[in-house]
Every structure is written in structure tokens, then in C-alpha cells.
């Protein structure tokens, strides 16, 4: 079974600056999919950054960036040039790459703090 | 704006009942799926629903059940309602076609069983 694992249950960052959430994952698969979801106040899980597994370059969007290291089977995010609205719980996921949807496996989440 | 929206917000009930939540999916996603995202932890898989039909299920018990209706909606079913119960019910939807991989959540329905 695929695990997904965040050892960072909190983190804080000033505004402005850059924070890292970490991310380690499980999976006996060669071809999969990894995300970052962001889940502010309102509850609601929103797309941050996307990465399929048979990608060597590492996604980017915008202030959001991963380091994709397969063969350590690790996925950080890094947020550049924080802002108050990134202060949210940050989840990694895990998807098996399947015509079919297939579910998703999430971490427990790390709780992001923005310092003013 | 996802699109997917979930009913009701909150909800409190008492250990024993049974208890439905519903989902819209997005326009033009035809899967939906139900996750169960206790405090302080990340969402756990229940089940998805594919043209009406179960789809895939997570470790949950039977008296957790669901429908997926023509037009996509879906329900979730909770008989025999636990304390543990007590969680947010997150939906999501999703198309099913071959390069297309994200899923949109609703807003969830806060459960809290007493």
C-alpha cells in the first residue's frame, strides 16, 4: 500500500521570505502522480502544484515550486516570497497513474504560519 | 470557484442515527469521490462513484454507502452513526479521461456525532 508522510505537523515562515514543506512517499510504482493541496480556514482542498512521476523537470507555478527526487522518494514544496494568504494546512498526495481515477493518499498535513 | 458543492455545512447527530450527505460535481465530471478527514489528520478515501457504480472503496465498514445519480450528483450514506464518526466529509469530483488527473473538493460537511 502507498503512504504518504509529513514530517512537519507545523511550520512558520516572516512574510516575504521562503519556506520548504517536506514530503516523503511509499509506493512500489513507477508511474504516478504527486500533488500539493492547500487547505485554508474554509475548508475547501485547492490545487497547488502538480508533478507526474515520469517527469525528470520539476514543477513550478508561480511562487510554488517542488523538488521532485524520485529514486529518494521525496516531494517538497517550496514557497518563495510568502504572503499572508499562504498561511494555510499544506497536504501531500499520492496517485497511482491509471486511465481510471484512482484515490488519492494523503499525508497528514503541515500547519503553515505566516509571520508578519 | 471549483463548482462542487456540498450539503449541508454543518450537521450534529446522535450516536445511532443515520445520517446523508450530497455532492454536485463540477460541470462534466462524471466520477465522484468521498473522503473523511478527521481533526488533525489528512483525508482518508471512502468510496468513488463512475457512472452510477461503485468504483473503488477504502478500509470504511457497510453502513457506510453511497449513490451516484444520472446527473452526477451523489450521496453519502452513514447508518448506525459512531462517535468516530465525527469528521469532515470532503467530495470530490473529477473527469475520467487519460491525461486528466485533478480532482476538485467541495467545501466539506462538518459531522459532529454526540
Known amino acids: 500500500a502507498q503512504t504518504v508522510t509529513q514530517s512537519q505537523p507545523e511550520m512558520s515562515v516572516q512574510e516575504a521570505e521562503t519556506v520548504t514543506l517536506s514530503c516523503t512517499y511509499d509506493?512500489?510504482?513507477?508511474?504516478?502522480?504527486l500533488f500539493w493541496y492547500k487547505q485554508p480556514p474554509s475548508r475547501q482542498m485547492i490545487l497547488v502544484i502538480r508533478q507526474e512521476a515520469y517527469k525528470q523537470q520539476n514543477a513550478t507555478e508561480n511562487r510554488f515550486s517542488v523538488n521532485f527526487q524520485k529514486a529518494a522518494k521525496s516531494f517538497s514544496l517550496k514557497i518563495s516570497d510568502s504572503q499572508l494568504g499562504d498561511a494555510a494546512m499544506y497536504f501531500c498526495a499520492y496517485r497511482r497513474h491509471n486511465f481510471g481515477n484512482e484515490k488519492l493518499t494523503f499525508g497528514t498535513g503541515t500547519r503553515l504560519t505566516i509571520i508578519p | 470557484e471549483t463548482g462542487v458543492t456540498q450539503s449541508p455545512t454543518h450537521l450534529i447527530k446522535t450516536r445511532g442515527q443515520q445520517v446523508t450527505l450530497r455532492c454536485s460535481s463540477q460541470s462534466g465530471h462524471n466520477t465522484v469521490s468521498w473522503y473523511q478527514q478527521a481533526l488533525g489528520q489528512g483525508p482518508q478515501f471512502i468510496f468513488q462513484?463512475?457512472?452510477?457504480?461503485?468504483?473503488g472503496r477504502g478500509n470504511f465498514p457497510p453502513r457506510f454507502s453511497g449513490l451516484q445519480f444520472p446527473n452526477y450528483s451523489s450521496e453519502l450514506n452513514v447508518n448506525a452513526l459512531e462517535l468516530d464518526d465525527s469528521a469532515l466529509y470532503l467530495c470530490a469530483s473529477s473527469p475520467l479521461q487519460g491525461s486528466q488527473t485533478e480532482a476538485f473538493f467541495g467545501q466539506g460537511t462538518r459531522l459532529t456525532v454526540v
Open positions: 462513484y463512475y457512472r452510477e457504480e461503485e468504483n
Open positions: 509506493t512500489s510504482e513507477s508511474d504516478y502522480y
